[in-house]
């Protein structure tokens, strides 16, 4: 039984690039969240989607960045024309169907992008 | 700005020794989670208090919340040096979708 899975493992862009992550969530479960980490900091919400649907995308910025999660396949956290800000770990979670609101999340190892 | 804030931001202890980390937050809750993270890997959950709760257990970690304080600790213990690791709070708002994350506890055990 396959945790979440994230890859690449390490994403290394040039400037001016583009960055795809992808994230697929544990069996059965139908609600993704990407998170932002810096180092030596916490974890910042970016988006929420559930199949085919984006729920909550308060914490995208609003330019460059774009986030799916088709019927069929791994969710993708897109990034175009990547700067060296967006240097970071980008963690996926998952969590299950039902009952959204006591249910902890899954994490996936992450993505560490670096942008020369 | 971060619904969590965690403190303090970093703690040092001998092997045996308890571990208290403290997290307060704004706004009103449904839950509380507590999560862990080893260097360069992913969260792991610990414990979820929910807002009618005051206290629980698991192992050998203990979390209380004080809704009225909107404040929850996280103890450890009996320290290990396999404790070592970053410890987050995150809550979840009384009305939405996401976990919301504090900056985090860096806790090292000595052996």
């Known amino acids: 039984n396959a945790g979440v899975m994230q890859n690449p493992r390490h994403l290394v862009r040039r400037r001016g690039q583009e960055a795809r992550l992808r994230c697929s969530p544990m069996?059965?479960?139908?609600?993704v969240y990407w998170y932002r980490q810096l180092p030596e900091e916490g974890l910042k919400f970016m988006v929420y989607?559930?199949?085919?649907?984006?729920?909550?995308e308060s914490g995208m910025p609003k330019e460059r960045f774009s986030a799916e999660f088709p019927k069929e396949g791994p969710s993708i956290l897109r990034i175009q024309q990547v700067v060296r800000g967006d240097s970071a770990a980008y963690f996926c979670?998952?969590?299950?169907?039902?009952?959204?609101?006591?249910?902890?999340?899954?994490f996936g190892s992450g993505t560490q992008l670096s942008v020369l | 700005s971060q619904q969590g804030e965690e403190d303090p931001q970093a703690l040092s202890i001998q092997e045996g020794e308890n571990a208290t980390m403290n997290c307060s937050y704004k706004?009103?809750?449904?839950?509380l989670q507590w999560y862990r993270q080893n260097s360069g890997r992913g969260l792991v959950h610990l414990i979820l208090?929910?807002?009618?709760?005051r206290e629980k257990h698991s192992g050998r970690l203990r979390v209380t919340l004080d809704t009225s304080k909107k404040s929850s600790s996280l103890l450890i213990t009996a320290s290990r040096a396999a404790d070592t690791a970053s410890y987050f709070c995150?809550?979840?708002?009384?009305?939405?979708?996401?976990?919301?994350f504090g900056a985090g506890t860096i806790l090292r055990v000595k052996s």
């Open positions: 995150a809550t979840r708002m009384e009305y939405g979708n996401k976990l919301v």
């Open positions: 706004t009103s809750i449904n839950n």
């Open positions: 208090i929910r807002s009618n709760e």
């Open positions: 069996k059965g479960h139908s609600h």
């Open positions: 979670a998952s969590s299950p169907r039902e009952t959204v609101t006591n249910e902890k999340l899954f």
């Open positions: 989607l559930q199949k085919e649907n984006i729920i909550d």
